[in-house]
């Protein structure tokens, strides 16, 4: 039957999945969801930080001998990789399915990032560099879309935020990481760099397992002409929570969906709603994450050179103020992230973005004047993203809920692309030509742009903010397949 026709009767059946799901109480199957798919953006962290890390045992490798310029390329294959590999793979995630998507995502990552460590050569290097960041881009789109679909909607804001905060625990470990295997006393150099590329994809491995024990999403089932499969899974977790805390499950709200069954790609019509009854949530999602990408993508990518040439801190020492910066990175979605589900989305979203602008260009004045130390200076940092975390989260949490269940992860994978092309390239770029120019005031113009962008983004959020705080993912976008209630 084509788009927009109107269905028969037995084309369409009727369901209270999604209010099924969203009473549940928190439980281990929720732990495990949590750790299973959220450990995505930990490996994508260690796996930027622990290349930057390794950057001058790659220059030294008796056998790589990377220039600094090979060094460069390789990273932008990674998020050239990234951004083909979010586009692609969540493509199929919608098309698939939630579960087949995120063990292939996980099983590129650990093979391509394990044969990083077995590289002969900077063509080899670079190619396993892009085939790696393609496994990190899909498990973006595939793990986000099935976390916000299987976590019960008064805890979905908290939990996103935390979950694509964790982005910084893999940070904080890979500088750890470098400072181990970088020591000749500990292990070989020749060796060490190539063991850290191992010890990713070992853990890999140790995700690729947990993932077994997920189902497929209940709710994309629901929406792909499989509603006995959606509800025989949802049974079987109700059934799973129930023996976990020994009390019978709450009664469901009385609200029910009826949905189509009769189509099975709603890729087209999706990309419509996006341009058309959804366009206002597409500025906003773009807002959101060009603005997070720009800042973010600048002042992480040209950390080490501010430290290095305007503070003179030793290369070897930089790991120890990538530390306290991450903490706060992660600290702040885990501190303000329950305000995102009381407070509300357009309030948070609003102030954290806005705050975060304004301390950006705030400390960018103090820098330009003189007035930081390197350890005042990493300071500042540590406070402005502490509060840039928690946004650069809800843009994620945004642009997953503000779309029907159907487009879900490619929608997430477009935003996230389109972030990361205009972060990862234009960001750096700019403040490594305003760095190399060896002038504080040239670089303070690149924190009043950053900021800039930070407060116009949340002026967007409160003029087209979505009240999405403990609604039902189907209320706040209804789906496609939707016929009525």
């Known amino acids: 039957m084509p788009a927009g026709a109107v269905p028969s009767a037995t084309s369409t059946f009727t369901t209270d999945i999604p209010a099924r799901l969203d009473r549940l109480p928190w439980s281990r199957f929720h732990w495990l969801v949590i750790i299973a798919l959220g450990i995505a953006w930990i490996l994508d ?25 090979q060094v460069g390329a390789a ?5 050239v990789g990234a951004v083909a590999g979010a586009l692609f793979f969540g493509w199929l995630t919608d098309r698939l399915g939630r579960k087949k998507l995120f063990s292939i995502t996980v099983l590129v990552y650990l093979v ?13 290097f670079a190619l396993f560099r892009l085939i790696t960041g393609a496994g990190i881009g899909g498990e973006y789109a595939a793990v986000n879309a099935t976390i916000q679909e299987m976590i019960p909607a008064r805890r979905r804001g908290f939990t996103d935020l935390v979950v694509n905060g964790s982005f910084w625990l893999g940070a904080a470990l890979g500088a750890l990481g470098a400072l181990v295997v970088l020591d000749p006393a500990i292990i070989p150099p020749e060796i060490g760099w190539r063991a850290a590329f191992v010890i990713g994809g070992a853990l890999g491995g140790i995700v690729l397992f947990l993932r077994g024990f997920l189902p497929e999403s209940p709710r994309w089932l629901m929406t792909h002409g499989q509603p006995e499969e959606a509800e025989r899974v949802v049974r079987e977790i109700e059934a799973r929570i129930e023996h976990e805390t020994g009390v019978p499950l709450p009664p469901a709200p009385p609200q029910a969906l009826r949905l189509r069954t009769d189509v099975h790609s709603w890729f087209g019509a999706g990309l419509h709603a996006l341009l058309t009854t959804y366009r206002r949530r597409t500025v906003l999602g773009t807002a959101l994450m060009a603005a997070q990408a720009f800042c973010y993508n600048a002042v992480f990518f040209t950390y080490a050179l501010i430290l290095t040439r305007f503070y003179h801190v030793p290369s070897r020492s930089i790991g120890l103020f990538m530390l306290p910066f991450a903490l706060g990175n992660f600290l702040g979605p885990l501190v303000l992230g329950r305000l995102f589900d009381t ?55 945004t642009v997953g809920e503000s779309f029907p ?11 996230y692309a389109f972030g990361t092309g205009v972060g990862g390239v234009v960001g ?30 949340g002026l967007v959020a409160a003029w087209l903010g979505v009240n999405a705080e403990r609604r039902a993912l189907e209320d706040v976008a209804p789906p496609l397949s939707s016929v009525g209630v």
């Open 343 to 397: 407070l509300g989305r357009r309030i948070m979203i609003t102030a954290t973005y806005t705050l975060s602008g304004v301390l950006m260009a705030l400390t960018g004045w103090l820098f330009a004047i003189g007035l930081l130390d390197a350890v005042q200076q990493t300071a500042a940092w540590t406070v402005i993203f502490f509060v840039a975390s928690a946004a650069a989260s809800s843009a994620y949490l």
């Open 45 to 69: 962290g260690l796996e930027v930080t622990i290349v930057g890390s390794l950057s001058g045992a790659l220059s030294d490798s008796r056998l790589l001998h990377l220039s600094p310029q």
């Open 75 to 79: 990273a932008s294959a990674y998020l």
């Open 428 to 457: 750096p770029a700019l403040f490594g030509a305003l760095i190399s120019t060896g002038s504080r005031v040239s670089i303070l113009f690149g924190y009043l742009l950053g900021g800039g962008l930070m407060v116009a983004a």
């Open 112 to 124: 391509a990032t394990i044969a990083c460590g077995l590289s002969w050569n900077f063509l080899s």
């Open 405 to 415: 269940l159907e487009v879900r992860a490619i929608a997430i994978a477009m935003f």
